[in-house]
């Protein structure tokens, strides 16, 4: 089972112009130890100081595949879920800097919670899916399917170019606006609409 992670594809409404938005889905990795499951805790790594939240919409892919054409790739999904990217911003930033691979700062143990899923039938129109993450009981960052540069099936189809997609593969979608730090003790809870289908603690 593989987890693969969409960077920048989401941008604020008043950003759409921008011409430094990416023309080509920015991908990346991530091991499978790096999912926490059934609302398990988050536990703050002690190789960082700065782990960020990401709430993302995450595919779950329930058939093989290999160069999937765009038109076909809504086939390939019928669930949408719900989860969180952490990233230790202070790892990524100097990695970044010197053009590193993000693998560590992405990708480490416990980096993932995936939450529950909805079936895309109950969703309606997939390009318009409120999501949202409350911190400690406020909203920090709330999200639509329709600010994503790139779609569901615009990744699946760019994905499966260069990895054959299989049933369990998850893609987390990217992130939109609101990322911030997080401190033990804070309990995090992300909804599609009105579900919620995410809710754990930092320790």
Do not use: C
Not at 124 to 139: E, H, P, R, W
């Amino acid at each position: 089972m593989k987890i693969i992670g969409v960077a920048r594809n989401y941008v604020n409404s008043t950003a759409k112009q921008d011409n430094n938005l990416p023309t080509e889905p920015i991908i990346f990795l991530m091991p499978e130890t790096a999912l926490i499951q059934r609302n398990q805790p988050f536990f703050y790594p002690d190789f960082s100081n700065d782990i960020h939240h990401e709430v993302e919409l995450i595919v779950k892919i329930n058939r093989l595949g290999k160069n999937i054409p765009e038109k076909f790739a809504n086939r390939y999904y019928d669930e949408i879920g719900i989860g969180i990217d952490f990233t230790a911003h202070d790892m990524l930033q100097e990695a970044t800097a010197v053009g590193l691979p993000w693998s560590i700062s992405k990708g480490f143990d416990g980096s993932a919670p995936l939450g529950g899923f909805v079936n895309k039938a109950e969703l309606g129109d997939l390009n318009n899916i409120d999501f949202s993450l409350k911190k400690n009981g406020q909203i920090v960052q709330q999200g639509n399917s329709r600010d994503m540069i790139f779609s569901f099936d615009d990744i699946i189809a760019y994905v499966s170019k260069f990895f054959t997609l299989k049933i369990g593969d998850l893609i987390y979608t990217g992130t939109p606006p609101g990322i911030a730090p997080v401190q033990i003790g804070d309990n995090l809870v992300a909804r599609i609409g009105d579900k919620e289908l995410l809710n754990f603690n930092v320790r």
